[in-house]
């Protein structure tokens, strides 16, 4: 068994798909706009995914299941960056609303600064602190 990547199961697959790729700047490996499936380079390739969540509720025989909801956050992507307060300021200025300022977390030994994508997904950016 060995790991292939993290799927989000997502409502809107156009926006999500242009968030990952133009506002976050990550690499397209697979797919585009208006299909069903993409994925991106995280440093793994194709490491995370975009699957359209009514399709994955078909696949397991759930198509009356809700859209996705976010009631308490069970997951978050994590992504290394190298330096926390540029990438906040270069992504604010694409609009992107965040949760927390970058702040300091020594017991972690990291800077932080935290924010959804378009489907609610927590995004935490961190750049090590020594």
């Known amino acids: 068994m060995k790991f292939s990547n993290i799927r989000l199961l997502v409502n809107d697959f156009d926006k999500c798909f242009n968030f990952y790729n ?3 700047g990550l690499v397209c490996s697979w797919g585009k706009p208006g299909e069903n499936y993409a994925s991106f ?13 009514d399709l994955m509720s078909q696949a397991i025989d759930n ?11 069970k997951s978050a992507i994590i992504i290394e960056v190298e330096n926390v307060n540029e990438a906040f300021e270069n992504l604010k200025d694409k609009g992107v609303v965040f949760l ?5 977390m020594p017991d972690w030994g990291i800077r932080v600064a935290h924010f959804r994508d378009p489907e609610n997904n927590l995004i935490e950016l961190f750049s090590s602190l020594s």
Do not use: M, Q, R, Y
Request: aromatic share 4%; glycine share 6%.
């Open 22 to 24: 133009d506002t976050l």
């Open 41 to 53: 380079d995280i440093g793994i390739p194709s490491g995370l995914a975009l699957f359209k969540a």
């Open 63 to 73: 198509s009356d299941a809700s859209k996705n909801e976010v009631i308490k956050d």
């Open 100 to 104: 927390t300022e970058p702040k300091d």
